[in-house]
């Protein structure tokens, strides 16, 4: 009998299978996170079996993932390069991500982030950087945040 503080690991693929499904009812993950979070418990084997059976089940989707965490990033006012880099941390590649990328536009999205975080105030020159500075923390290229903060620096006051 394993118990909960044991090192060996479970050799039983319908095992695995199951909890790789009790994982996914509660959200979507990535192959390489859902195969990092079932070899915790489960041998090799037992959880690559249980992967590509969730794959083959349409249970488990690196696209599906893929859009999710694109949503999730755009609503959260973050840029592009946060995306990417955020996505390749999860193993997502660049090209599930790509038409996303492509179908947005990422300037006004850049604005917006700034008018949630200064409201309607004025900038000297500080401020101008600081607002720059914040918006590439936030993965926005640079010419995105340069037209987002001229576009935040003509609105009428």
């Given at each position: 009998m394993i118990y909960?503080?044991?090192?060996?690991?479970?050799?039983?693929?319908?095992?695995?299978?199951?909890?790789?499904?009790?994982?996914?009812?509660?959200?979507?993950?990535?192959?390489?996170?859902?195969?990092?979070?079932?070899?915790?418990?489960?041998?090799?084997?037992?959880?690559?079996?249980?992967?590509?059976?969730?794959?083959?089940?349409?249970?488990?989707?690196?696209?599906?993932?893929?859009?999710?965490?694109?949503?999730?990033?755009?609503?959260?006012?973050?840029?592009?390069?946060?995306l990417v880099y955020?996505?390749?941390?999860?193993?997502?590649?660049?090209?599930?991500?790509?038409?996303?990328?492509?179908?947005h536009n990422w300037?006004?999205?850049?604005?917006?982030?700034?008018?949630?975080?200064?409201?309607?105030?004025?900038?000297?020159?500080?401020?101008?950087?600081?607002?720059?500075?914040?918006?590439?923390?936030?993965?926005?290229?640079?010419?995105?945040?340069?037209?987002?903060?001229?576009?935040?620096?003509?609105?009428?006051?």
């Amino acid at each position: 009998m394993i118990y909960k503080g044991s090192k060996e690991k479970i050799n039983d693929d319908s095992a695995a299978f199951n909890a790789a499904l009790r994982l996914l009812t509660r959200r979507e993950y990535s192959k390489s996170e859902l195969l990092k979070k079932l070899t915790q418990r489960y041998s090799l084997v037992s959880a690559k079996n249980a992967l590509s059976r969730c794959i083959d089940s349409g249970y488990q989707s690196d696209t599906r993932y893929a859009d999710m965490l694109s949503r999730h990033y755009y609503a959260c006012h973050y840029g592009p390069l946060k995306l990417v880099y955020a996505a390749r941390l999860k193993g997502i590649g660049k090209e599930l991500l790509q038409d996303f990328i492509d179908s947005h536009n990422w300037q006004s999205m850049a604005f917006e982030a700034l008018v949630k975080k200064y409201g309607e105030s004025e900038f000297d020159y500080q401020m101008r950087l600081k607002a720059l500075s914040f918006l590439q923390r936030r993965g926005f290229l640079k010419d995105q945040c340069i037209g987002a903060l001229n576009e935040y620096m003509n609105l009428p006051k």
